[in-house]
């Protein structure tokens, strides 16, 4: 089956910079490559995703970044806020006619300092 | 967005008793998953469902577990017999083919088993 790698486990930055997590998946069959933003409490939310067919995506202050050579995958949030504080998984997926079982990364744990 | 709602959202159960989660998920999404995340870890999948049938499950979805959806009412999730370590929180979450596979998650329901 699939693995995720996440990297890393927390992510401690000051207001206004850049936070950047690493995944690496093993299944080159993978080929849907989303992110969620989890709260305490909360649902995880879907933040942005990309698909095989594009090496970068990005939406909202959020960018993310696909290498298929390399199996490995990117989150960048530009300009973080104090909202940006939470966990984010990244999962990988090889959708088929069973619909699409998403395999999650471990979790980053970001913080925005003031 | 896209709303998955899950009733009840916390559960105590003595361990031995069957507990049935419920999970009504976007109207007009076809495939429903649950899955099963530790405190502090990753969400995990169990199982996916589409078109009355369970399509794949992992080992993490054992000879006690068991899904159904009768007649386009909730997804349900019944444990039966609990066991103490089926203490997780349990999300369910749905996605459609003309969606693009993307997965909107419940906010989960928190059994506690004792």
């Known amino acids: 089956g699939e693995q995720v790698e996440q990297l890393p486990s927390i992510l401690r930055v000051q207001e206004g910079s850049s936070a950047s997590i690493n995944c690496t998946y093993e299944n080159s069959a993978s080929n849907y490559f989303p992110w969620y933003k989890q709260e305490p409490g909360e649902n995880p939310k879907l933040i942005i995703d990309i698909r095989s067919n594009m090496e970068r995506k990005q939406t909202q202050g959020l960018i993310v970044l696909l290498d298929k050579k390399a199996k490995r995958f990117s989150l960048h949030i530009t300009d973080t806020q104090p909202g940006d504080s939470a966990m984010y998984f990244c999962a990988a997926s090889a959708p088929n006619s069973a619909g699409n079982k998403l395999t999650f990364g471990i979790g980053t744990r970001v913080l925005v300092r003031p | 967005g896209p709303k998955v709602l899950q009733i009840p959202s916390h559960q105590i159960i003595d361990m031995g008793q069957m507990v049935t989660l419920n999970c009504d998920p976007v109207?007009?999404?076809?495939?429903f998953y649950w899955y099963k995340q530790i405190l502090g870890q990753q969400m995990e999948f169990l199982v996916n469902f589409y078109n009355g049938k369970v399509m794949e499950k992992s080992k993490l979805f054992k000879d006690q577990f068991s899904v159904e959806r009768p007649d386009g009412s909730y997804f349900t999730l019944k444990i039966q017999p609990t066991a103490l370590e089926d203490s997780a929180v349990y999300f369910c979450?749905?996605?459609?083919?003309?969606?693009?596979?993307?997965?909107?998650f419940g906010p989960g329901t928190r059994l506690t088993v004792l």
């Open positions: 979450a749905s996605s459609s083919p003309l969606g693009g596979y993307e997965q909107y």
């Open positions: 109207s007009n999404h076809l495939y």
